[in-house]
């Protein structure tokens, strides 16, 4: 573990992630302590600008608070970004698990299915899944799952490819051991490193997708959330530019910490890969 600490702590740009993702959760954890009321509410005049009494960021046309609005839709974006992704890496795992161990006919059929879900937009597909069904959080965490896992499949297989011949893999199934505990106890934990880091990265993706669901209107129209305020903002861009603009950035910067926590994980999990990459 302290070898791990060590190895991430080198890497600067996972250091600057960590520190803002920290901010971002500590906003979603304390959003209910700064802002108690809900920001739905109207908490004053309409358009007001940043800096305004009782408003640091400014008011929307509604006179809802900007501010308790991103602090608020920091828990939506987090919450669906990191359920999305879990069920993205379940399905991933699982299909990869299945058709690396196996191999021949299972591996054929799931590769076939998995390359189908890649030939496919993401995007299209997931607004063709969310408009199926009425627009809810539930509907939308797994539609984001479904056209995310692909990748993780790939991955997972190709490990599951290489460990299974291992000396270790032989032994157990020699001593009789079932297929199932195999794959959890045997192979699994030995390809854990890579399905890491490939999750922190879809956590990333995940709050994107929602995002622009939201901006164009298929978020769940109950919760507040950062692609939400975007997409209320679009027609009044020129008037009131902040309502577009921190929300904006708490998305930019939301990403960008979790795609550089997801390369420092990258960095300390695998260092032979880490030490060939600066070479």
């Known amino acids: 573990m302290l070898d791990f600490l060590t190895r991430f702590a080198r890497n600067r740009g996972a250091v600057v992630g ?10 979603a954890i304390l959003a209910p302590v700064f802002y108690p009321d809900s920001p739905w509410d109207m908490a004053g005049a309409p358009f007001r600008p ?3 009494p009782g408003f640091v960021l400014g008011s929307d046309m509604l006179g809802r608070d900007i501010a308790s609005g991103i602090l608020h839709g920091a828990r939506v974006s987090i919450l669906i970004g990191l359920v999305s992704a879990l069920v993205a890496v379940f399905i991933g795992v699982t299909f990869g698990a299945l058709a690396g161990y196996y191999g021949g006919w299972v591996d054929d059929v799931i590769m076939r299915v998995t390359e189908f879900f890649q030939t496919i937009p993401n995007f299209v597909l997931l607004i063709v899944l969310v408009a199926l069904f009425s627009p809810n959080v539930v509907s939308i965490v797994i539609a984001i799952g479904v056209v995310s896992w692909p990748p993780v499949a790939r991955i997972v297989r190709g490990e599951f490819l290489a460990v299974r011949v291992r000396e270790f893999v032989q032994a157990a199934v020699l001593m009789g051991e079932s297929d199932l505990r195999i794959i959890l106890t045997q192979i699994l934990p030995n390809v854990l490193s890579p399905v890491i880091v490939a999750g922190s990265l879809l956590v990333a993706t995940a709050i994107l ?6 901006f164009l209107g298929l978020g769940d129209p109950n919760l507040m959330s ?3 305020m975007i997409g209320a903002a ?3 861009i020129r008037r009131a530019w902040w309502m577009s603009v921190f929300p904006g950035l708490a998305i930019v910067l939301t990403v960008l910490a979790l795609n550089l926590l997801g ?3 990258n960095d300390a ?5 880490a030490r060939k990459g600066r070479a």
């Open 50 to 52: 940043p800096g305004s």
């Open 209 to 214: 997708l929602e995002s622009a669901l939201s």
């Open 263 to 265: 390369d420092g994980l």
């Open 226 to 228: 950062w692609g939400y």
């Open 269 to 273: 999990l695998n260092p032979r890969l």
């Open 18 to 27: 960590a520190l803002l993702l920290a901010v971002v959760l500590a906003m």
């Open 234 to 236: 679009r027609t009044v």
